[in-house]
Nanobody
Framework: QVQLVESGGGLVQAGDSLTLSCTAS????????MGWFRQAPGKERDFLAA????????YYGDSVKGRFAISRDNAKKKVYLQMNKLKPEDTAIYYC??????????????WGQGTQVTVSS
């Protein structure tokens, strides 16, 4: 059974930094591209970042380019999202995803349950 478990969410102030982690189990982690999406109340799901299976290629959504950074540790089966200069509009549930191809589309095979990030002004 594949599981993606996000952690590291919480309440922060505008301008703060936060790092999300996602731990994978039940899959050959190094064979999968990984990514992050988020969804705010009443809004569509938003692509944030993706990283290729080996970590050599990364992709970012326009809303977070330059502020967020994705990385992975295949030995630990973890993927991270470093978030800097957080804004109130970054408030959302953040989801970890795994799939065969790093893509901004919602074509990933597996999704985590999500972790809440709230940014106060």
């Amino acid at each position: 059974q594949v599981q993606l478990v996000e952690s590291g969410g919480g309440l922060v102030q505008a301008g703060d930094s936060l790092t999300l982690s996602c731990t994978a189990s039940g899959l050959a982690f190094s064979d999968f591209a990984m990514g992050w999406f988020r969804q705010a109340p009443g809004k569509e799901r938003d692509f944030l970042a993706a990283i290729s299976w080996g970590g050599s290629s990364t992709y970012y959504g326009d809303s977070v380019k330059g502020r967020f950074a994705i990385s992975r540790d295949n030995a630990k089966k973890k993927v991270y999202l470093q978030m800097n200069k957080l804004k109130p509009e970054d408030t959302a549930i953040y989801y970890c995803v795994a799939g065969r191809i790093a893509s901004p589309l919602e074509t990933y095979d597996y999704w985590g349950q999500g972790t809440q990030v709230t940014v106060s002004s």
